[in-house]
């Protein structure tokens, strides 16, 4: 699979075509009514409007996630490590990669006995990936490669996991983002996603919801210095996205099997995890 810890941000040796996407118009997105959030929301998730948001936040991008939710998140990401059954060589994929955090856990916990690959179709956070894996782990096998995660340039069947943290609501084609994790996985493996999901205790969710639409936004302005759109998209695109049995039904629909889910932080996020069929 190519040189160790390598930046293949040209994805030379992968099948597939560039990674520059034709993404459609933005969707028109109505907030169920259950939610407390009635209004239409807008949300923009055209390639290009995603990747130069990332790219613009990729600096403030680590500091931004640990001072937001308090460190909680490196303890989510683990969570995912944990509920992983990661014993064969076959290689991991981590989708959406972003600056490496989880494709690091990950190598970090396989030791070398499989390769780890990140990728992820934003330059300036891939960047910052390969710089943190080149600090953290130096040999390990971690590969960090430029691509779509709705258009994966590599072969059917390859991997014995598939994760995303935090990517997949930014995936402008959900449903093809979770094809394509199923179709490069093994028959058998796993397929792993880590997204915010809405707290249902009452009374925490309002809170919760408060603080994300209005809080949240302003000091995530004030501290990347970027401009109001990059955190204005975040609550806007957490609280369209599916969470909870809703996501669960897309996965299974998708070709998942025995999908389950495991709330963190009183709902605030959630994995799901499923596995590819054998046959
Ligand atoms: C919120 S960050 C999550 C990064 C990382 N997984 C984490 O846990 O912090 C979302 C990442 O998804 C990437 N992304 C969004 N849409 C993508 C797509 N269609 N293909 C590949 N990467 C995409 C962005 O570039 C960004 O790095």
Redesign the pocket.
């Known amino acids: 699979m190519g040189a160790l810890g390598c930046l293949d941000l040209q994805n030379t040796q992968f099948r597939g075509s560039p990674v520059t ?1 034709n993404m459609p118009a933005p969707s028109e997105i109505t907030v169920p009514t259950e939610t407390p959030v009635t209004k239409s929301i807008t949300v923009d ?1 055209s ?1 290009d409007r ?2 130069d948001m ?1 790219a613009q936040i990729a600096p403030r ?1 680590d500091l931004m ?1 640990h001072v937001l939710s308090l460190g909680i ?1 490196i303890r989510w ?1 683990k969570q995912v490590v944990r509920m992983l059954n990661l014993d064969s060589n076959l290689p991991i994929l ?9 494709a690091l856990m990950l190598a970090r916990q396989v030791a070398g006995r499989a390769e780890v690959i990140g ?4 330059a300036p ?1 891939l960047e910052r990936a390969a710089a943190k894996h080149q600090a953290q782990l130096g040999e390990a096998p971690v590969r960090f490669v430029q ?4 258009q994966l340039p590599f072969d059917d069947n390859m991997f014995q996991a598939v994760t ?4 997949l609501r ?3 084609d959900t449903d093809l ?1 979770i094809a394509e994790m199923i179709r490069v996985c093994a028959p058998g493996g796993q397929v792993c996603v ?1 997204e915010f999901s809405q707290p249902t205790l009452p009374g925490f969710r309002q809170l919760y919801q408060a603080y994300f639409r209005h809080v949240l936004p302003r000091i995530g302005q004030r501290f990347a210095k970027n401009n109001q759109a990059a955190y204005d998209y975040l609550p806007n695109s957490v609280l369209e996205f599916p969470s909870g049995a809703a996501l669960v039904e897309r996965l299974e629909h998708a070709g998942l099997q025995q999908v389950m889910i495991r709330p963190l932080t009183l709902g605030v996020a959630s994995i799901y995890l499923g596995r590819k069929p054998t046959a």
Do not use: I
């Open positions: 996407p998730k390639g995603v990747r990332f991008y996630n998140d990401r981590d989708c959406c990669t972003g600056t490496g955090d989880l990728s992820d179709f934003c956070m691509a779509d995660s709705q995303v943290a935090f990517g930014n995936v402008q983002g880590l």
